[in-house]
């Protein structure tokens, strides 16, 4: 088992910045790839990046490509995801998931746990 928590969300202006951050407790953090999904109210849960197990790999959705950026830091068991230009459609309740030796899928049934989500709102 592997138990995640994001922290970090909140409520920012179009064109700020803000980073969350996805703690990870229980197996080896270190072997599972780690995602970033998004959902928006009334819209499906949608990828948004993701890091694969050996730190090699890194994914983004075209969205939030050169805005986003994706990183871990295995010694502190955390993956971290800045988040900068925001925009209004970037409003969504942000979750972070893991995948044993994931190479970092898109796909959120490939994911084996996930955390409880954080909200971010970017008014316009």
């Known amino acids: 088992q592997v138990q995640l928590e994001e922290s970090g969300g909140g409520l920012v202006q179009a064109g700020e910045s803000l980073r969350l951050s996805c703690a990870a407790s229980g197996r080896t953090a270190s072997a599972y790839a780690m995602g970033w999904f998004r959902q928006a109210p009334g819209k499906e849960r949608e990828f948004v990046c993701a890091?694969?197990?050996?730190?090699?790999?890194?994914y983004y959705a075209d969205s939030v490509k050169g805005r986003f950026t994706i990183s871990r830091n295995n010694a502190k068991n955390t993956v971290y995801l800045q988040m900068n230009s925001l925009k209004p459609e970037d409003t969504a309740i942000y979750y972070c998931?893991?995948?044993?030796w994931g190479s970092g899928s898109s796909r959120p049934i490939d994911y084996d746990f996930w955390g409880q989500g954080t909200q971010v709102t970017v008014s316009s």
């Open positions: 998931a893991a995948d044993h």
């Open positions: 890091i694969s197990w050996n730190l090699i790999n890194t």
